[in-house]
């Protein structure tokens, strides 16, 4: 297969132990569609009349202009004769993601308050800010109570900003 382009469902390796060549990606369900469809040598017309929609939905979906509803792609993958799985894959460990958030709102609290670390006007050095950073977020994560989503507009990591460095 020198080419990219799927013409067959017979294409796309579905074990982890296929012999085959990486197979091109698989971007959409309008690209699983058609090639089920073609796998089964079934029309546009055919699984529209199948699957109780207008043949145009179809056609729409295939060529990626329509954004179908989940309930009208259950009606095409039964139609196809194909079960449906929508599963949420995490982008990564839940766990490293609210500690990411926690140490977001540690990181914000003390800079919105500078007056939450006392250390009798001193400014804390690059070791024990990070010091108190994580003692914050563990505090976060610890308590059941806290709210670290409250008031995210997004959940992106946060890079630590640099404190003045002064001497002890």
Known sequence: MLNNKINSIDDVPVSPQSKKAPPPVIRSY???VRLIRLDLRMTQSELAQHAKLPQ???AAIEKG???PRLSTLRKIFEALSCEMVL???PAGPLQEVLHQR??????RRLTENPGMIDLEG???NESLFLQIVEKLTKDILYNPKERVWRDAKHHQTVPLPTPKNTTD
Do not use: N
Request: charged share 40%.
């Open 87 to 89: 599963e949420p894959r």
């Open 65 to 67: 202009k329509l954004d």
């Open 122 to 124: 001193r400014e804390p």
């Open 30 to 32: 309008a690209d699983w």
């Open 56 to 58: 145009s939905h179809i």
């Open 102 to 107: 926690a140490r977001h709102v540690a990181l």
